[in-house]
């Protein structure tokens, strides 16, 4: 780790990546007739499929309703129900601007700076990075579309920091949905617990993402599915 002033430079490798710190009926005409009997039981088992694909699309809306993006579209599918294909389509969201997404009002200082960049040659690319405390509760949340950086200020302490990218974006809930990429940074830095990091008051830090290799101190990452998305 070096320091110069208040900036400290590290670089770290987050999946696969180089990851730098620096500083998702019909009715019949004969009811005897033995055809009535067969058009009954197709009428009756098309209303019931129906009547099932209506359910489903019910459930779709409402999951739509909550946020759940990536589930209410997989609900709408399989639903085959009235404009199914239009709701499904509608469940990817637009890709957020560079930005916070969230911050916890009783996390904020201006003792330490983080800065957070991607670098992405593909503008249709998102990256969704998550920060927690050592207890595990939410501090912030952060996207960057494509290539860019954002500036957050934490107060000092120990950190997790998790990340998701992906092209079709479902909301903060569902992300990426099953198809994004999924990781926790792992730091090394606190014994018995691999995936801290200790953030200093008084220092700025920012993690680069396809950083310059060789630059800094390496940091590994651990890939997860969706289940494991925070």
Known sequence: MKKSGLGVVLACFAFALVVGLVGCGGSGTSASSPSSSGDASNSSASSSSEGSGEAEYNRAVDLFNEGKYYSAKAAFEKSGYGDWEKRA???VQPLPESGELYHDA???SDKMKLIFTVNDESADKG?????FTKDNKLVET???KGSGSVETWLPGGEYYIKDSAGTEWYGEDEQFGPDGHYETMVFNEVEN???LTV??????????INGTTGVGQGVDSEAGGWEDRA
């Open 89 to 91: 389509a509608a469940c």
């Open 106 to 108: 009783n996390m904020t």
């Open 127 to 131: 990256m969704y990075i998550s920060v």
């Open 142 to 144: 952060v996207f960057v």
């Open 193 to 195: 617990d691999r995936y």
């Open 199 to 208: 953030l200093e008051e008084g220092i700025q830090y920012a993690i680069t």
